[in-house]
């Protein structure tokens, strides 16, 4: 289960970045949100690879990066997105460009929230992993009872 989650995760965050390359390439490289769309393409690409690592940390800053993509798209179409130019907004699903006759900005709502989902996922079972008893009925972790000072 958690292989497969990774693997979610991974490509959610992955198609996600690939979809920010694409949006910046065809329409938004002028755009005064053209630097967030290259930092997340960088972080998409980094974080894509590291949720392979065992590590819980990697999965939260996938979470993290896919939420805030989501927080931003939600922002450009609400009460506008700050950005280093000013804010910016948009209408709808802009721009219209599509991928797999899909429009890129659903395709990216749908692939971050899967990917953000799947890092959650990821970050729990981390979680109780830790905190989990084994077989001898003692927490992980916690010190025999022989072993304790008298």
């Known amino acids: ?3 497969v ?3 979610v995760a991974a490509i959610g965050i992955a198609l996600g970045g ?3 390359f694409r949006l910046w ?3 938004y490289r002028h755009a005064p949100v053209r630097e967030m769309f290259l930092i997340d393409v960088v972080l998409s690409a980094f974080l894509a690879l590291a949720v392979f690592i065992p590590k819980p940390a990697f999965a939260l800053a996938g979470a993290a990066l896919t939420a805030g993509s989501l927080v931003a798209i939600a922002l450009s179409r609400t009460v506008g997105l700050p950005t ?3 804010k910016w907004t948009e209408v709808g699903l802009a721009p219209q ?3 797999f006759g899909i429009n890129e900005t659903l395709l990216v709502i749908i692939a971050e929230s899967v990917a953000l989902l799947a890092c959650l996922a990821l970050v729990t079972l981390a979680l109780r992993a830790r905190t989990s008893t084994p077989a001898t009925g003692r927490r992980r972790g916690a010190v025999p009872q022989w072993a ?3």
């Open 25 to 27: 390439h065809g329409v």
């Open 148 to 150: 304790t000072p008298v």
């Open 84 to 86: 280093f130019h000013g």
């Open 1 to 3: 289960m958690k292989r």
């Open 5 to 7: 989650l990774t693997v």
């Open 97 to 99: 460009q599509a991928l």
């Open 18 to 20: 690939y979809i920010h």
